[in-house]
């Protein structure tokens, strides 16, 4: 059995995740990332791509004042290993999956994985993780690894915080394109709960 896959995303009201110029620190409130350092703390495992790696140079892991928890794996998607050996992440209790040869990156763990379109596939990502144990995996980042993984199908649920602000069409998506040609073929999720979030609102959905 898979990985269950969670999907947070921290966006504008129209959903995006970073201003055109690549703003993104803090579209919401601290709250908000409080619940998401929460969230982290209840998965096994949290990725991103190497995009956000480099746009953001995130850490990662869960500060939760006064309270000692496990972290979870930090995993990136770096089809080309751009990750820098000095980033924030490419340290121990790292993974990086790539579909090129694996070469050292930080104290990292580098494995190659299947990627037939040149990216590391969502099922062979799962299938990583599934051999080393992980059974939550939440997904932060970006908009190409979420519309991968909910075009193959693999989101089992939405933890979205929405900020009472706009951006506009120039903003950054946080889901990239699906491709679809019709409105039966989108994916569907069902609300579970609304609730306010500091001035921010979070959404929580499960896939129908």
Request: aromatic share 4%; hydrophobic share 45%; with cysteine.
């Amino acid at each position: 059995m898979r990985s269950r896959v969670t999907l947070k995303l921290a966006t504008s009201l129209d959903g995006r995740i970073a201003t055109a110029s690549g703003e993104s620190r803090w579209i919401t409130g601290e709250p908000a990332r409080q619940a998401g350092h929460r969230l982290r703390a209840a998965h096994d495992a949290v990725l991103v791509g190497v995009g956000t790696v480099l746009a953001d140079d995130p850490e990662l892991t869960v500060r939760l004042p006064g309270r000692p928890v496990d972290q979870p794996l930090r995993v990136v998607l770096d089809s080309r290993l751009r990750t820098p050996a000095t980033a924030r992440i490419a340290g121990t209790n790292t993974l990086i999956l790539t579909a090129a040869e694996p070469s050292p990156v930080g104290e990292a763990e580098v494995e190659r994985v299947e990627a037939p379109d040149g990216r590391p596939s969502p099922k062979a990502v799962l299938a990583a993780l599934k051999r080393r144990g992980i059974g939550m995996l939440m997904i932060e980042g970006g908009g190409e690894v979420a519309a991968s993984f909910i075009a193959a199908g693999l989101v089992d649920a939405l933890e979205w915080f929405r900020a009472p602000i706009l951006l506009g069409g120039d903003g950054r998506a946080c889901v990239a394109g699906l491709a679809l040609a019709r409105l039966s073929d989108a994916p569907a999720f069902r609300r579970l709960a609304v609730e306010p979030c500091g001035d921010d609102l979070w959404e929580r959905y499960e896939r129908v």
